[in-house]
């Protein structure tokens, strides 16, 4: 019998750990666990790298629900990114759970030609992405300073080889007036609650001048404890996105004056504060993003074509910034969802299910075979080391 060519032998290694990969996916599902408290996740998902001899190094960058597990020793290093967090109240309706599951069979799968292709492999456990930015804080601490090429997927209702996200921010706006009692002496107040309402107006009228992919949504988070009491104080936090990051520094500029005009009308003062690290947009690596199309197309799949890709960014993520400062690919993988989008509870739901068993052993197998073909093709091999050794000096 011949030999299993390299992507043979990785298909054969995530089809034969199918069952550790349902089971972990099922396991994280089952325990849901939010930004930065993924403390069981993260523990899961490293258990069966670490079985199989990679080496683990706990809270990179102080982050204590992250981790980087590292196999071989070759000269093209390929990070794999596992995310685990998930929603408030409605669990792992992003599908964390099959990102994870996915991508440890992807760096179990790599593991197994690592000498053979040269390569070393990075399982990077990476936290709190619905909030909190933990690959940007992790790219900031140099968790990804050896990492030539970045892969990961994501759980959607669509196949999507290129997938795009939007740039986005998200500040705390609070206002400090002053108290006085609503029914004997009101004049004597200055309402914070008054300078969320005129804030929030300015910013309904600003929408009609967005330009297009600019959007903004917010809460109020503090409006007030009594209604015979004028509030002193007030918060709302909003979060802006836009299609790039100098569309997204226009938008705040715009929305800072939106906030400061609840401050003027109404005579409080106002502070606005940056509440996580901004997420830049996706801006995947075409070669990587090429392959695994047609990764997708060999396995039955039928990825949207481009004009879907260039008119249906997905959110925002902060993999945008690693794909920012070095080649990365970040696909949806499509799952059966009875019609239901990422953050519904329905997609909760699918996300345990058979079409997302499925995505987890796919998706590994897509990953996997993606970055073989990219160690095996020279000049792209060639392209993405001097690229990382161009950013290392």
Not at 51 to 66: D, H, I, S
Not at 365 to 376: D, K, N, P, S, Y
């Amino acid at each position: 019998m011949p030999a299993l060519t390299a992507s043979d032998a990785v298909e054969d290694a995530v089809n034969r750990r199918r069952g550790d990969l349902v089971e972990l996916s099922h396991s994280i599902h089952a325990e849901p666990e939010l930004a930065f408290a993924e403390h069981r996740s993260c523990a899961k998902t490293q258990a069966l790298v670490a079985e199989y001899g990679f080496a683990v190094a706990q809270a990179p960058g102080g982050l204590q629900t992250a981790f980087r597990a590292v196999y071989g020793s070759g000269p093209l290093v390929i990070g794999v990114c596992a995310e685990y967090d998930a929603l408030p109240g409605i669990g792992h309706a992003c599908g964390h759970n099959i990102i994870a599951a996915s991508a440890v069979g992807t760096a179990l799968a790599l593991a197994e030609v690592a000498d053979q292709l040269g390569l070393t492999v990075v399982l990077l456990g990476t936290p709190a992405e619905e909030a909190g930015g933990g690959k940007v804080l992790m790219l900031n601490a140099g968790a990804f300073d050896d990492i030539a090429a970045s892969v990961m997927l994501h759980p959607g209702p669509l196949d999507i080889a290129r997938a795009r996200s939007l740039a986005l921010s998200q500040v705390a706006i609070r206002y400090e007036g002053r108290e006085a009692h609503a029914a004997v002496a009101p004049y004597l107040g200055l309402n914070a609650v008054d300078a969320i309402t005129v804030a929030q107006v300015a910013i309904g009228l600003l929408r009609q001048q967005m330009a297009p992919g600019q959007m903004a949504h917010g809460i109020v988070t503090d409006g007030g404890q009594a209604t015979n009491v004028i509030p002193a104080r007030a918060e709302m936090q909003f979060t802006m996105r836009a299609n790039d990051a100098a569309s997204l520094r226009e938008l705040e500029q715009r929305m800072a004056a939106c906030f400061l005009a609840g401050a003027v009308a109404t005579g409080c003062s106002h502070e606005v504060a940056e509440t996580e690290p901004s997420y830049h947009e996706l801006t995947p690596d075409n070669w990587l993003a090429e392959t695994f199309r047609e990764e997708m197309q060999r396995l039955g799949r039928e990825p949207v074509g481009a004009d879907v890709e260039a008119a249906l960014p997905l959110g925002s993520t902060d993999m945008g910034n690693v794909t920012q400062v070095m080649p990365g690919i970040h696909p949806i993988v499509g799952i059966d969802a009875g019609g239901a989008s990422v953050h519904q509870p329905a997609f909760a739901t699918a996300a345990a299910g058979p079409s997302a068993d499925k995505a987890v052993v796919e998706g590994a197998i897509m990953l996997a075979r993606t970055a073989v073909r990219l160690a095996e093709t020279p000049h792209e091999r060639d392209r993405v080391m001097e690229s990382h050794a161009r950013r290392a000096s």
